[in-house]
């Protein structure tokens, strides 16, 4: 391992960063596209943002052109650093000032063996060393150029990104199965909730009472006690929890099997519908649990009206990014359409079959991307932590 070296980042990689574009800049429709923070994925280009200057407005401020190859990297979010290759366009691209284009000297680092690096743990501590801010913590160009790399020889750069790429395609085909299973699901929703002869209907409100949770301040939060559901608990089974461990009232306790809905939230994440299924413990604000007063319908059959919901929330959404919620009014007034009980439980026992298929895909990921970094840190860790 002797032959490998340790350089600076600025020394083996041009940096430069983006461009100042101001939204009176921006023209839909124009000749250049700005590719933004939302636009920037965990090692894959996420190609979601549609915002454009004039080519005049490009000369005119003076930006710089992207080239395919170019990595771009985050200089603020979540993570700080995150980082992907620019991919070849049909058109003109600059970036946003809160990215970095790093285009790597080829003569010392290959540009993809550069990326995997920069997306290790490793380099991310040291971005987290360097960054500041109070509200939004962010990694200036200039300390970004400062974080060292370990390079080894050009061949040695090529068996480690060959062995990383292989995991890499396996990652790619998993996610075309759970797109094309996400896809199935959402058209099975509409098949088989779309109402049919027979079939009643009801406002929500009729069917279900909704209570919304409680505010807990962080000076209430404990190490120890029932957990306090947030809506990160919901969509993520490794967060963190915080604990209440004081008096409450009987409405904001959750119990296994309980029908949550997060009314404010990331789409595709965690705005929806939820089973609880954690053990006993209290509930924050912005969450509803969802307690059927009606017995024409069951829980299981109301999860799926609900996540049919919010896919058609996602559909008028057009696939944009960010927050958005729903408020208890609205959703009240959602109408309901249900067959009798025992159509619902056919209903139920399909979608499942889907949603089985999408869960398996799901840990498979989740396996593939155990792989992925273990494998990175295989390789690269024993020379860093020399």
Known sequence: MRDWQTKKLGDVAHCQDGDWIL?????????????????????????????????AKCSELKCSLLQAGDILLARLGDPIGKSCIFPSLS??????????????????????????????????????????????????????????????PIDTQKQIVEKLDAIKKLQELNQKEIEKADEYFGTSLIKLLSPKDGWSTKKLYELVDMVNGRAFKPSEWKTSGLPIIRIQNLNNSNASFNYYDGKYEN????????????????????????????????????????????????????????????KNIEARTHGAIGLVHITKSELEKTIINYPDIQTQDQIVERLNETKLLQETLFLEKLKFTELFENTLHNLLSQNYEN
Request: proline share 1%; charged share 25%.
């Open 23 to 55: 939204s009176e800049n921006m023209v839909a429709g124009s000749e250049v596209r700005l590719i933004q923070l939302g636009d920037v994925g965990d090692g894959i280009f996420l190609d979601k943002t549609k915002k454009y200057i004039s080519e």
């Open 91 to 152: 058109y003109k691209a600059i970036t946003a000032v809160d990215c970095t284009i790093i285009r790597a000297d080829k003569k010392i680092v290959l540009q993809q063996f550069l990326l995997y690096t920069i997306n290790s743990n490793y380099f991310r501590s040291q971005i987290s060393k360097f960054s500041v801010g109070t509200t939004r913590k962010r990694i200036s160009r200039k300390n970004l150029e400062k974080i060292l790399v370990q390079v080894p």
């Open 251 to 310: 409405r904001y306790l959750v119990q296994d099997q309980d029908l949550l809905f997060s009314w404010s939230g990331n789409l595709g994440t965690s705005f929806g519908a939820f089973i609880w299924n954690r053990g006993d413990a209290v509930l924050n604000q912005h969450i509803f649990n969802v307690k059927l007063k009606d017995h024409d319908v069951t829980k299981s059959y109301l999860f799926f009206l609900l996540t049919s919901l919010v």
